[in-house]
């Protein structure tokens, strides 16, 4: 099974994370308005893009020339139905898979859009989502997924076993680096900061232990992958991405 360790990243705020996942008393984070939630596609080799329709609880399947080639889902949390779905990704063998944001799971489709699993459930513990926003696939099978209101990336096997969660160790970038140098006066009032506070018990969900703890994400909100198996997690509140290289 691939486990990751950090790369480099970029933002202002902070980048290059660091480490395995961590711990998180986690609780639903306020909700945000539907209509914002973005729509994401992919390319699939045979020249066909996959869009999740969030408000239509649907996903369409286009040619590259926009002729629309099929669609499936329908609002509802039944097999096959959809509740704002937002991010989506195709396996190698054109599966798709698509983040049911408001059913708080991940659909696993065939390229013709039946239904062939569905993963995880509402909650805070490892294998369950609290909002899903977005999902990647590598080509072994292992799925990424921005659990955005549990503020961490879990990893689950090809068959939707839990591996391991990703809750975010970022450190400043070289960008950040050069702002600090050229602004001392932010540089020092950085340093009088302590960026990793031991929190009060009040603090009991993870959108306050993220708005209080800089290296950690703080609204994960879509992951990535590249050609070398890097995944580029971008996070909202804090304007960054970090990126992680799967071992």
């Given at each position: ?13 902070s980048s290059t994370a660091r ?75 054109r599966n798709v898979f698509v ?14 859009g039946r239904v062939l699993a ?130």
């Amino acid at each position: 099974m691939s486990t990751l360790q950090t790369s480099t990243s970029t933002g202002y705020r902070s980048s290059t994370a660091r480490g395995r996942s961590s711990e998180s008393g986690a609780s639903r984070a306020p909700a945000r308005a539907a209509s914002t939630a973005p729509r994401a596609s992919v390319s699939t080799p045979t020249t066909i893009s996959t869009w999740p329709t969030n408000l239509n609880n649907r996903v369409q399947v286009f040619s590259r020339e926009g002729v629309l080639q099929r669609a499936w889902g329908g609002p509802g949390d039944g097999p096959g139905q959809l509740d704002l779905p937002w991010g989506v990704a195709v396996d190698t063998e054109r599966n798709v898979f698509v983040a049911d944001w408001g059913n708080d799971r991940v659909q696993k489709f065939s390229p013709d859009g039946r239904v062939l699993a569905s993963f995880g459930s509402s909650g805070q513990g490892d294998g369950q989502f609290d909002r899903p926003s977005c999902v990647a696939v590598d080509a072994e099978g292992v799925l990424y997924v921005s659990d955005w209101g549990n503020e961490r990336v879990p990893v689950l096997a090809p068959g939707g076993g839990f591996i391991e969660k990703l809750r975010g160790e970022a450190t400043p970038s070289k960008w950040a680096d050069e702002f600090f140098e050229a602004n001392p006066d932010e540089a020092a009032a950085r340093a009088r900061s302590n960026i990793t506070p031991s929190l009060d018990p009040e603090v009991d969900t993870a959108y306050e232990e993220s708005a209080r703890t800089e290296p950690y994400f703080w609204g994960p909100v879509s992951v990535k992958l590249d050609s070398h198996r890097r995944l580029y997690v971008t996070e909202t509140n804090r304007h960054r991405i970090q990126v992680y290289e799967t071992v």
